[in-house]
Nanobody, 118 residues
Framework: QVQLVESGGGMVQPGGSLRLSCAAS????????MSWVRQAPGKGPEWVSASNTGGTTYYADSVKGRFTISRDNAQNTLYLQMNSLKPEDTALYYC????????????WGKGTLVTVSS
């Protein structure tokens, strides 16, 4: 069955960096549009970034220039490099299938928590 397992979250000071990973299995990862979505405490889900099957990347304005999404199709793994982190980036980060419009967003991981605080 489809599995998405995120890792790499933690606590970091403002201005710091983290790299999230998402290990995928149970579907053809290389042919699947993939996204990162986050949910801050008390707020609804916010789409963060996406990577299509050709490697084209997409970003929310709130993270553009600070976050970089990438994928390793040989390892069935999605990444999110997060730099210049801000307190407002604090959230549970989910890996999901699907694109920036929510199309195909049928499968989600359980999330990894990122806390940005001094």
């Amino acid at each position: 069955q489809v599995q998405l397992v995120e890792s790499g979250g933690g606590m970091v000071q403002p201005g710091g960096s983290l790299r999230l990973s998402c290990a995928a299995s149970g579907f053809t990862f290389s042919l699947t549009f993939m996204s990162w979505v986050r949910q801050a405490p008390g707020k609804g889900p916010e789409w963060v970034s996406a990577s299509n099957t050709g490697g084209t990347t997409y970003y929310a304005d709130s993270v553009k220039g600070r976050f970089t999404i990438s994928r390793d199709n040989a390892q069935n793994t999605l990444y999110l490099q997060m730099n210049s982190l801000k307190p407002e980036d604090t959230a549970l980060y989910y890996c999901a299938t699907g694109d920036y419009s929510g199309n195909g967003m049928n499968y989600w991981g359980k999330g990894t928590l990122v806390t940005v605080s001094s």
